[in-house]
């Protein structure tokens, strides 16, 4: 399949991967009140271009727009080889409004100001370079660049457990990264024998023609490095702990931004790279996906913390995303990736609304907390919102997504999608029971717990603003979703491609 290189007029997304590098660098030298503002600027320039991209980006067939390339090491074929497809983009705006909002919440912060606004800002950097980068060099880098400033947000400015956590999110994600790159260096040498040419472009690494033995163990190595990224069941133990013990706008990036990095590597090099391999281990990635989807429900359930009850969902809703692609139809791969862009959203707002009960209450035990509806009411209906699209309420964005998943996953097995069907009561069992004992409930108040709840202060501005485009885009995408169908479909057609010549 041919592909058309629309070159940038502006290097809009080299800039915006310097933005934050440079902003990081001038903080260094600076006092630590100018942290906060000149971070929130730098996020809403970034997610400015990213929305305008969006806005911009011609869907009407198969393009890698807004692209840039200048070699670096030619004697073995590495570039800066950046731009996007739709589905790099969405996941570039996604990080852009990710990041936004988790400086924008970040305003309360008050320990070791600049040093924490300097680590978001590098991670924003190399969150965005991992869904713009073609050459595979430089997506690894970008790739393991995040490590560093998440494990020091989660090590310096988390809870009580912060360097057990810390520690686990860094040896769980960097094992998976190593076998990634054996990965690559395995494909990157089997072109080369192929061809005679030394590249590490995606372009060429994807016209590679590989023996069936050795795409299937080429696969394996980069779905290892991609499933803990995701986290798929079993290796999604490190992601509770992370969740728990890290502040809040690191929730919201680990949920919204580094776990959707797992499921964009399926769909990105999976499937195109090794569709005899993907259609082989379509029965593994189903069952994969059904316990993940089932089981960290389940254990959803049995939480008590809000915040591990969350971590437990979004390993369920990313089971979704796993069925979804590998339903390998254009049903299953459109709602895998609108379901990615909707958890973003959802799941940030309701580690927004952990954060919130947290700053008021000191605890997130939910045993300690309930009747809170009457005296935030604003905070309540944001929950409730967010609640529901998590819930997947018909008119917002989760019912889009895994209905498309769960229609894609239905043409190839009705088992897969029927279990994956009725856990969906499982999912709105656990959201529901979370937003009673935290909202309701307030007749089982003592008369102490009651006047503390009295003196509750609703939202404040920065967390207004910072709920407030989550919600919006839930609503957008749930109530017009056929122009997010549309601005994938292209891309998820070239994703496809290899896999419909073998009959898939």
Do not use: C
Not at 29 to 54: C, E, G, H, Q, T
Not at 215 to 232: D, N, R, T, Y
């Amino acid at each position: 399949m041919s592909v058309e290189f629309v070159k940038a007029d502006v290097p809009w997304i080299t800039i915006t991967i310097l933005l934050p590098l440079i902003a990081a660098v001038v903080l260094m030298f600076l006092k630590d009140r100018f942290a906060k503002p000149i971070s929130i600027a730098i996020s809403a320039v970034i997610f400015i271009i990213s929305s305008y991209m969006l806005l911009v980006y011609d869907p009407s067939s198969y393009k890698i727009q807004f692209y840039e390339k200048y070699e670096w090491i030619p004697w073995l074929g590495v570039s800066y080889e950046v731009g996007v497809d739709a589905l790099s983009l969405t996941l570039y705006w996604l990080t852009a409004l990710s990041f936004l909002v988790a400086f924008i919440w970040s305003t309360n912060i008050n320990k070791r100001i600049k040093e924490y606004f300097i680590a978001f800002l590098v991670l924003e950097a190399g969150s965005l370079g991992v869904f713009v980068a073609w050459d595979l060099v430089f997506f690894y880098i970008f790739w393991e660049a995040i490590l560093i400033p998440m494990f020091l947000i989660i090590g310096v400015w988390g809870y009580a457990e912060r360097i057990y956590a810390a520690t686990k999110f860094f040896i769980y994600t960097f094992f998976g990264s190593l076998f990634l790159l054996i990965g690559v260096i395995g494909l990157y040498v089997a072109s080369y024998f192929q061809t005679g040419e030394l590249s590490t472009s995606y372009f060429s690494l994807i016209n590679t023609q590989l023996p069936f033995t050795l795409e299937l163990i080429f696969f394996l190595l980069l779905a290892l490095g991609f499933a803990i990224k995701v986290p798929m069941w079993p290796f999604h133990t490190w992601l509770p702990d992370a969740h728990v013990q890290a502040p809040t706008a690191g929730s919201v990036i680990l949920a919204a931004v580094l776990l959707k990095m797992g499921t964009y590597g399926f769909v990105r090099f999976s499937l195109p790279w090794f569709p005899e391999a993907s259609k082989y281990f379509v029965p593994v990635m189903f069952t994969l996906g059904v316990i993940a989807i089932i089981y960290t429900a389940m254990m959803a359930i049995a939480q008590t913390h809000i915040k591990r009850l969350i971590a437990y969902s979004s390993v369920s809703h990313m089971g979704f995303v796993t069925i979804g692609t590998f339903a390998l139809n254009d049903f299953g791969v459109n709602g895998a990736i609108i379901t990615m862009i909707s958890h973003g959203l959802t799941s940030a707002a309701l580690f927004l609304a952990a954060g919130f009960i947290y700053e008021r209450t000191h605890t997130y035990e939910m045993g300690k907390l309930g009747g809170m509806a009457r005296f935030v009411p604003i905070f309540a209906v944001l929950f409730m919102i967010s609640a529901m699209a998590s819930v997947g309420l018909p008119g917002l964005s989760g019912f889009v997504g895994e209905f498309l998943s769960l229609l894609g996953t239905f043409q190839v097995s009705i088992l897969t999608a029927t279990l994956a069907g009725l856990s969906l009561i499982l999912g709105a069992a656990y959201t529901l029971w979370l937003y009673r004992k935290t909202m309701f409930e307030e007749e089982l108040l003592d008369e102490e717990r009651l006047h503390k709840w009295k003196q509750l202060k609703d939202v404040s501005t920065s967390e207004f603003l910072s709920f407030l485009p989550l919600v919006i885009f839930m609503f957008v995408i749930g109530i017009y979703p056929s122009w997010w169908v549309n601005l994938i479909q292209k891309t998820t057609e070239a994703i496809l491609f290899k896999i419909r010549l073998l009959g898939g």
